[in-house]
Structures are given as structure tokens and as C-alpha cells.
């Protein structure tokens, strides 16, 4: 511990499979987030906030450890996590270090010596269950939706909270995943919704996907055109229908955990610990929603990479709250941040940096301006790729391909990523430095 004065408590809330753009706060016409917009107008909000793994195993390992998934080798279809990673994991740190700490949802993360190293992980853990239903059964007969399942447990933690101890509470939603068992489009299938926003959005007609023409899906190769993410265009978004229907009840899951968040922090107002609280909001990866034909996350485009990252913190510096930054920040990020705000050493091991500076307005002079991208699951119809991510420029290097295929993309240029420049002469130098930038990420 750095310092013995009186430790905020710390809730961290991740949502699943939501882009950093479908908030009202971020402009999205659409789609109401009442409480993360209260969030963003008395915290600071991150604009440029990414995952390194689009995908929710090796994105929450990450979260998790701090750590790349090419450090902690975690992601589906892989051996438990290692404990030695999971010792340096922020709620067994923290919980070393004197907090309570509580988890309730999607755990998502197989881990060596599961039973003793959750307890000493933490000391309230309600994880929602592989493959989980939406709706579950109460004694009385009633249905209740898992977002409404986590307020329940959320508000449970901290009625037995006070202000004498910390307590750090990890709330992971399922929503707003897919259902992909069930192909239904909707509420009795693929995106299932809490019957308290079931009207939502019921004369809306929502606009086609922003980059919808077919000649932008065809100009991939056909390792791409054939990868689940077009496999699960077909699910979700191919017919008008269908598209309608499953955009109204996506945005339902995610207004109905936003109501879900509201329950949780009145409930941290009446127990009189809402002051003394922080409040970090983000999710594990982006999602397509049909842009590009494509459907899911898992590739290197920002559809897929992008995600919200909001901090409230009531102590920050006043000229600070309400303000947007566009400094880089990623999820492995979020664990050393954790940390940071608790007063506990961050790790060496760790590969992020705390966002604290930025939420205390310091003067930073050298921040991150690039980022390993990168995706190893084993899966034929996902393919792998490793690259960088810069302001300016974008390289994926597709490896297993014969041959390998590489992306290089001008975000200032070519902000939608349409355009890909590997073979365009006048950008040779580009690729070539960041082709070398990729490499020297992973070995480092």
C-alpha cells in the first residue's frame, strides 16, 4: 500500500459485445443510456479506448492480469489461465491488500486452482454460469432477466458495506451478448430483453449500418468473406426484417442494464458511500451490428476494437469533469487504474498504464501512441492476426494465410478503413516501419 489515508471504494461495470459509439453520450441518435450519460457528464470520457483482443475470454484475461493475450496465452479453446497470472490479478491484490471485493455475472475466464484461488479473489462471487439462460425462474414463478439478477447481487454487496472498510464490487453483464443458440430474432431469441423496456423503441426505424454497401464486403479476401463473421451476418442481419427486429432489442438489452446500473448506484447513495465511490464503466470488445456484412467482433477493424471507457471519480479535479480525452487508453489499462485509485503497487509485470494521471488533469508528456492488436484463438472460420494500432496508421498481418495477407490502413485519410494501402507505392515506408513496429510490440 502507498498511503494509509481513507481508500475509495471502486465499482467497475463491464458490459459485453457493445461498440464505443451506441451510447447517447457518444451522439448515437438512437439509443437512451441515461445513467452512463450521467456518468460521462460528471467523470471524463475516453474516445479512443480499445481492446487489444476482440474477443470476451482473452479481453477479460486481459482485464483481468493487466497483461497481453500473447503474455497470458488465455483466450477460448486454451488451458486455465495460470496462477501465476491470476495471483497479480487486481481483486486478489486488492483483496490482499485490506478491500472487500465482490463479483456478480460473467466470469468468462477459466483459471488453474479455480476454488481456492477464487476465495482468495473474493469474498462475494455470484458468477452467472457458462452458457447461462437470460431468464431465470424465481420461486414465485416470475421470470427475471440476468441484468436485472446482477442489480439484485450489486445491491446486495453493498447494503453490507460501510464506510469503514473498501470495497471493490466487479459487475459483469452478459448483456449485451447474443443468444447464439437460438436464432430467433428478438426478444424470444437472439437478444433477449428485460420486460421493463420491452416498449423501447417500438416505432423507431433504425437506419441501415453505416458502411452497408455489398461492394465494401466484397473487396475482402475469402479467408475474411467466409469467416464467422459472415456466418453470423446470416443470424443476425441479412433480411430487413430481421435487422429491425434484433437492432430494437439490442438496444433494449443495453437501456435495460442501464436502468439495472441506476438501481446500483442509488443504492450506493442510500448506504451514504456514492461520494468516497468510483465508478469505472467499459466493455470487453466491439461489435459489427452488419457494417461491412459482417457480424461479431474479432478482426482488426475498429468496429471491432472500439470500446466505451468512462471513470467517474468525485475527487477529480473540477476543470476535468465532464471532459472528453483522446488519449489512447486500452483494456489493460483498466487493471493497473484499479489499482492505482486503491493505493496498491501496481505490478511490474503489468503491460498497461494507470489512467489516474489523466482523471487528475497531470501534465503527461509521454504517453502511448501505438498498441499490439492482436487474435490467437484457435478457430478455422476466425482467422489470426497480429499487428499495431496507431492514430494514423492500422497493420494487421493475417499470419497463417499462404501467403500471409497484411492490412495497412491511413485513419486520417481513410477513417472507415475501405482502403487497403499495403500494395500503394507511396506508402511502402509505412508499411515497412510498422511492419518491424509489430514485431518489436510482440517480442517486447
Not at 77 to 91: M, Q, R, T
Not at 258 to 282: E, P, Q
Not at 407 to 423: A, F
Request: proline share 5%; hydrophobic share 35%; charged share 25%.
Amino acid at each position: 500500500m502507498k498511503h494509509e489515508v481513507a481508500r475509495p471504494n471502486i465499482l467497475f461495470i463491464l458490459v459485453d459485445d457493445q461498440r464505443n459509439d451506441v451510447m447517447s453520450i457518444a451522439g448515437h441518435p438512437i439509443v437512451k443510456t441515461p445513467t452512463i450519460d450521467n456518468l460521462a457528464k460528471n467523470g471524463i470520457r475516453f474516445t479512443n479506448a480499445f481492446v487489444t483482443s476482440a474477443i470476451c475470454a482473452a479481453s477479460r484475461a486481459t482485464i483481468f492480469t493487466g497483461l497481453y493475450e500473447y503474455k497470458h496465452v488465455y483466450t477460448f479453446g486454451k488451458k486455465p489461465l495460470k496462477k501465476v497470472f491470476v495471483a497479480n490479478s487486481y481483486p486478489l491484490l486488492l483483496k490482499k491488500s485490506g478491500y472487500t471485493t465482490g463479483f456478480t455475472g460473467k466470469f468468462g475466464v477459466n483459471i488453474e486452482m479455480k476454488d481456492s484461488l477464487i476465495s482468495e479473489m473474493f469474498d462475494f462471487f455470484k458468477p452467472s454460469g457458462k452458457n447461462a439462460p437470460f431468464f431465470k425462474k424465481l420461486a414465485d414463478g416470475t421470470l427475471r432477466h440476468s441484468a436485472e439478477i446482477r442489480g439484485d447481487d450489486a445491491v446486495e454487496f453493498i447494503n453490507n458495506q460501510n464506510s469503514e472498510n473498501p470495497f471493490c464490487l466487479s459487475i459483469s453483464f452478459n448483456a449485451v451478448h447474443a443468444v447464439d443458440a437460438n436464432l430467433s430474432p428478438g426478444n424470444k431469441g437472439h437478444y433477449p430483453y428485460p420486460q421493463s423496456v420491452a416498449n423501447m423503441y417500438e416505432n423507431v426505424v433504425i437506419p441501415e449500418p453505416l458502411l452497408n454497401d455489398p461492394k465494401i464486403y466484397e473487396n475482402h479476401p475469402d479467408f475474411l468473406k467466409n469467416s464467422l463473421n459472415r456466418e453470423r451476418y446470416f443470424w443476425r442481419w441479412n433480411t430487413e426484417e430481421k435487422y429491425q427486429t434484433n437492432m430494437k432489442a439490442y438496444y433494449r438489452m443495453i437501456s435495460g442494464y442501464d436502468n439495472v446500473m441506476k438501481r446500483v448506484i442509488a443504492s450506493l447513495k442510500a448506504k451514504g458511500l456514492d461520494k468516497n465511490t468510483i465508478i469505472i464503466y467499459s466493455s470487453d470488445n466491439g461489435y459489427y451490428m452488419g457494417n461491412r456484412g459482417f457480424a461479431g467482433k474479432w478482426s482488426h477493424y475498429d468496429e471491432s476494437l472500439r470500446v466505451p471507457l468512462i471513470i467517474y471519480d468525485p475527487r477529480m479535479p473540477s476543470e476535468n469533469v465532464g471532459q472528453t480525452t483522446d488519449k489512447t487508453a486500452l483494456n489493460i489499462d483498466i487493471t493497473a487504474t484499479i489499482l492505482d485509485i486503491a493505493g496498491v503497487t501496481v505490478p511490474q509485470s503489468y503491460q498497461g498504464n494507470s489512467l489516474l494521471p489523466i482523471l487528475n488533469n497531470e501534465d503527461i508528456t509521454n504517453w502511448r501512441d501505438d498498441f499490439l492488436i492482436e487474435h490467437r484463438m484457435e478457430n478455422e472460420k476466425i482467422p489470426k492476426y497480429v499487428g499495431v494500432h496507431e492514430k494514423r496508421y492500422v497493420y494487421a498481418n493475417y499470419y497463417e494465410q499462404n501467403p500471409q495477407y497484411e492490412y495497412l490502413h491511413d485513419l486520417q485519410k481513410d477513417p472507415n478503413q475501405l482502403i487497403n494501402l499495403k500494395n500503394d507505392p507511396n506508402y511502402t515506408e509505412v508499411l515497412h516501419r510498422m511492419r518491424k513496429k509489430s514485431q518489436e510490440l510482440v517480442k517486447k
